[in-house]
């Protein structure tokens, strides 16, 4: 079956655009997640979800970042007036039971902020 | 909180040399603990995990990790190591307390010279 799918790959944006990622979950996790990972360092949590809701948001820097799962399936990472320090990778990962934290990565989505 | 740190930031090491990579984490409570891997130009994959029961856990690959609770310690190890074992290599942690979210160590970078 299909992995977990990310798009775009690579994203370049100038300094106060806004830009979306996209996540696609392996088809029936209920759990999705999102993490930033800066060059030279490990994936940092940013926001859970457990099917529509976001169960723990304590990981989103601030107030430009929003993620969506309006369906409980696709979901979508929101950073409105880009800023540099915003560059990293931005992976999404999906685990398929309430409580478990075997978590399977995307790719991942490089965001570029010119 | 939740932390986790890895001694190595980068390893070389020969065809058929011993691997040992270290991982402490911080959680005052019970602990999931993972370690991912990341070849080159792939995304991350599971390598291996404890959850409970026997401390020394075989992955894949030949792969293994001891959870010594009384150190915080959760390292990888692995008796002989071939070229397509370079790659770099994630410790993460989650307490069982703390939510879903994955805590990752700032990972190893292994390069095996053939």
């Known amino acids: 079956g299909a992995g977990v799918s990310q798009t775009p790959s690579n994203k370049v944006t100038e300094k106060g655009k806004y830009v979306e990622l996209r996540c696609d979950p392996i088809?029936?996790?209920?759990?999705l997640y999102w993490y930033r990972q800066s060059l030279g360092q490990g994936p940092e949590f940013l926001i859970y979800?457990?099917?529509?809701?976001?169960?723990?948001d304590s990981g989103l820097p601030n107030d430009r970042f929003f993620a969506v799962r309006p369906e409980g399936s696709v979901s979508t990472l929101k950073i409105q007036r880009t800023e540099r320090g915003d560059s990293a990778m931005y992976l999404c990962?999906?685990?398929?039971?309430?409580?478990?934290?075997?978590?399977?990565f995307g790719p991942g989505t490089r965001l570029t902020v010119l | 909180a939740q932390s986790v740190s890895q001694h190595n930031h980068h390893v070389i090491l020969s065809e058929a040399a011993s691997l040992e990579l270290g991982c402490n984490y911080s959680?005052?409570?019970?602990?999931?603990l993972f370690w991912y891997v990341q070849y080159p130009g792939q995304h991350l994959q599971l390598l291996l995990k404890?959850?409970?029961?026997?401390?020394l856990v075989k992955g894949i690959k030949g792969f293994e990790a001891e959870f010594i609770k009384s150190k915080f310690s959760f390292n990888l190890r692995k008796p002989s190591v071939q070229w397509s074992d370079t790659a770099e290599y994630f410790c993460?942690?989650?307490?069982?307390?703390?939510?879903?979210?994955?805590?990752f160590g700032g990972g190893t970078r292994l390069m095996v010279k053939p």
């Open positions: 990962a999906s685990s398929s039971l309430l409580g478990s934290v075997e978590q399977f």
């Open positions: 979800f457990q099917g529509t809701g976001a169960a723990d």
């Open positions: 959680y005052g409570g019970t602990v999931n």
């Open positions: 404890y959850f409970s029961g026997d401390p």
């Open positions: 993460a942690v989650n307490g069982v307390n703390a939510g879903n979210m994955l805590t």
């Open positions: 088809s029936g996790h209920t759990a």
